[in-house]
Structures are given as C-alpha cells and as structure tokens.
C-alpha cells in the first residue's frame, strides 16, 4: 500500500465525511431540538473511522484489480 496515496485519500474521504455529518447533526438538532448544536464528538469519530476504512477497502480493491 501506497503511504502518499492513502494519506490523500484518507485527508479526503475525511474532510467529506466530516463536512457531512456536521451538517447532519446540525439539521438533527434544528428539527428535533430547535437548537443549533453540532455534535462535534460523533462528527468527529465518525470521520476518523470512515477515513480509515475507505482508503484501507479501496487499496485492497486496487491490489486485487492488479492481479
């Protein structure tokens, strides 16, 4: 596995997936709560999780279109 490739993608699918769920959140908590909160924990965490399951399933899927 490529480092410089993984860590692009990583930086990515990170940023996108962190923009997104701030504003899933955020619209979460304008509908139910009539508060504008963003949960930044879960925004967090989620963005680490699937920023590094992403790049680490794409890889293995490049590696095996190569063989």
Known sequence: MDIKTFLLDFLL???????????????????????????????????????IIIPIVNARNRKKAKN
């Open 13 to 51: 699918v990170f940023v996108i997936t962190l923009v997104v769920s701030i504003i899933v959140t955020l619209l979460w908590s304008l509908t139910f709560h009539n508060l504008a909160v963003i949960d930044w924990e879960t925004s967090f965490s989620l963005a680490i999780i699937i920023g």
